[in-house]
C-alpha cells in the first residue's frame, strides 16, 4: 500500500498520518524530514544534497527522488508507505512512477483531507488558550463554564496566538493550492484521487481513510 495523503494547513493531516503509522506499521516519508536525515547520515545522495544546500541552491528533483529510492530501498516489500510532501510538480509524479515502478510498488490511492476556508477560519480565528495552564477554548465552540475563567485551573489570564486570523489561514490555503494544482489532475485522470472531509471529528476522518484504503468507500 502506497499513498500519498494531501491535506492543507489545519486539516489534520499530521493526525491522520501518526495513526496510519501506528494503526497500519506504515512509514511516512516526509521529503523535509528524509532531506535533513541524508544529510546527517552522509548518505551519497545526503552528501549532494548538502553541497547543493551549502550553496544556497534548492534541491534539484534528481536530488529528491535518490533519497527517496534510498529511503525505500531501506523498507520491507510489504511496508506501506506515505508520501507527505513529494510529489509537488509533473516531473516528481513521473519520477515517483518511476521510483515504485523499479521497487515492484505502485501508487494505490491520493488521498486529500477536504477543509470547507470558511469553516476552517472560523475554527482557528475563535480558538485561545489559558496563559497559565494552556486549556485550550474556542469562542464558539468551548467557552469556559464561568465567563473570562479557566475551568481547569481557575486563572483569568488568557492568549491568543498572533497568527490563528484570517488572513494568515487564507494566506495558508492559497499556498496548499498552488502547491498541489500541479498534480491533483494528474492523478484526478487515473481516477486515484479519493477526498475525505477533514473537518469531521478525528475519528471519523480516521474511518473515512481506513475505508479508502481498504477499498470499501466508493
Ligand atoms: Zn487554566
Not at 45 to 74: F, H, N, P, R, Y
Not at 75 to 91: E, H, M, S, Y
Not at 164 to 185: C, F, G, H, Q, S
Request: glycine share 12%.
Amino acid at each position: 500500500m502506497n499513498i500519498i495523503l494531501l491535506g492543507p494547513p489545519g486539516a489534520g493531516k499530521g493526525t491522520q498520518a501518526q495513526r496510519l503509522v501506528a494503526e497500519r506499521a506504515m512509514v511516512q516519508l516526509s521529503t523535509g524530514d528524509m532531506l535533513r536525515a541524508a544529510v546527517k547520515a552522509g548518505t551519497p545522495v545526503g552528501l549532494q544534497a548538502k553541497a547543493v544546500m551549502e550553496s544556497g541552491a534548492l534541491v534539484s528533483d534528481e536530488i529528491v527522488s535518490g533519497i527517496i529510492g534510498e529511503m525505500l530501498d531501506t523498507l520491507g516489500a510489504d511496508t506501506g508507505v506515505i508520501f507527505d510532501g513529494f510529489p509537488r510538480t509533473a516531473a516528481q509524479a513521473d519520477a515517483l512512477d518511476g521510483l515504485l515502478a523499479t521497487r515492484g510498488r505502485t501508487l494505490d490511492h491520493v488521498v486529500e483531507l477536504e477543509v470547507d476556508e470558511a469553516a476552517l477560519i472560523e475554527r482557528i480565528v475563535g480558538r485561545y488558550t489559558c496563559a497559565k495552564c494552556g486549556e485550550g477554548y474556542h469562542d464558539r465552540f468551548k467557552l469556559p463554564k464561568v465567563a473570562g475563567v479557566c475551568d481547569v485551573c481557575g486563572s483569568t489570564e488568557f492568549k491568543r496566538r498572533p497568527d490563528d486570523n484570517a488572513d494568515t489561514v487564507r494566506t495558508r490555503m492559497a499556498e496548499y493550492r498552488a502547491k498541489t494544482a500541479p498534480i491533483l489532475p494528474i492523478y484526478e485522470a487515473r481516477g486515484l484521487v479519493q477526498r475525505v472531509d477533514g473537518m469531521a471529528d478525528i475519528d471519523v476522518v480516521s474511518r473515512a481513510i481506513a475505508a479508502v484504503l481498504d477499498g470499501v468507500a466508493g
